[in-house]
């Protein structure tokens, strides 16, 4: 399966029902006062870019590699069945936060998150951000697995995560490209 991400508008409804999706997963696993949930609205501010990550449909794996996209694709969405997965990228005062990075349940393993997280990043380089921090939870085992793959450290907890236990806070540094 390909996938390719772009910048998205949050009301979109692809968008919307993923932000749906990830606020029930968020609600399943921790107190309502643990999850930190920010609503289309909040990703509509100025400099906010939220990310939309879309199955291209190209067969990568034969017939198998095309169902499996198009199942995917069609698990993970009402109103557009081609987003997999969402990231956003909120400017903070000397980094930027990525927030609700969520992949839909049936394209998890598919190499989603680390495509949002790889656009992200290069569009974080672009616009001069030098650091990227996230929150995620403890129980959500995949996602740490994947912020340590790719560059992303533990980092004491910031901001309103500081002295939740149910929060675990990562960052990378952006080094300038030469």
């Known amino acids: 399966m390909s996938v390719t991400v772009a910048i998205e508008r949050p009301h979109h409804p692809g968008v919307r029902e993923l932000l749906r999706q990830s606020d029930e997963f968020a609600f399943s696993l ?17 400099g906010v870019a939220v990310f939309a990550a879309r199955s291209t449909g190209a067969v990568t794996a034969g017939a198998a590699g095309a169902a499996e996209a198009a199942g995917a694709a069609e698990a993970a969405g009402a109103g557009d069945v081609d987003i997999l997965g969402i990231a956003a990228l909120l400017p903070r005062e000397g980094f930027s936060e990525v927030k609700r990075m969520f992949v839909a349940e049936p394209a998890r393993g598919l190499g989603v998150g680390r495509a949002l997280l790889d656009a992200v990043e290069t569009h974080a380089r672009r616009s001069g951000v030098r650091r990227l921090q996230l929150e995620t939870g403890p129980l959500q085992h995949a996602a740490i697995a994947m912020y340590g793959r790719l560059g992303f450290e533990r980092i004491p907890n910031f901001g309103p995560y500081t002295g939740d236990e149910f929060s675990l806070c990562f960052a990378k540094d952006l080094a300038p490209r030469e």
């Open 30 to 46: 921790y107190p309502p006062e643990s999850c930190y949930l920010v609503d289309a609205d909040e990703l509509a501010a100025p």
